[in-house]
């Protein structure tokens, strides 16, 4: 059964960064697509980043290109979203996501596992 686990969330000035980490476990994830995306209260589900397994190609929202890196560590199963010049309007409940496919998406309907989420509040 895979299990996510996201950790490093918290509470920042506007600027400032966050690290955030995603561990994966429950199967090997070889051709899968592991994403980041966030929730503010009565809003849909947003998709911020995207990573293929294998490969390590990319994908980013428009609002976070040039402030936010996702990257993977396949031997620590883990997934990475280094989030910087972070502004007020970050402010989520950001989630890891698995799709069990190859073709990277950006619908959170199509992404197979969740993780529990971790709150990133900043502050202006």
């Known amino acids: 059964q895979v299990q996510l686990v996201e950790s490093g969330g918290g509470l920042v000035q506007a600027g400032g960064s966050l690290r955030l980490a995603c561990a994966a476990s429950?199967?090997?994830?070889?051709?899968?697509?592991m994403a980041w995306f966030r929730q503010v209260p009565g809003k849909e589900r947003e998709f911020v980043a995207a990573?293929?397994?294998?490969?390590?190609?990319?994908n980013y929202a428009d609002p976070v290109k040039g402030r936010f890196t996702i990257s993977r560590d396949t031997a620590k199963n883990t997934v990475y979203l280094q989030m910087n010049s972070l502004k007020p309007e970050d402010t989520a409940v950001y989630y890891c996501a698995v799709r069990a496919r190859i073709i990277k998406t950006t619908t959170p309907e199509t992404y197979d596992y969740w993780g529990q989420g971790t709150q990133v509040t900043v502050s202006s």
């Open positions: 990573i293929g397994w294998s490969g390590g190609t990319t």
């Open positions: 429950g199967r090997t994830f070889s051709g899968y697509v």
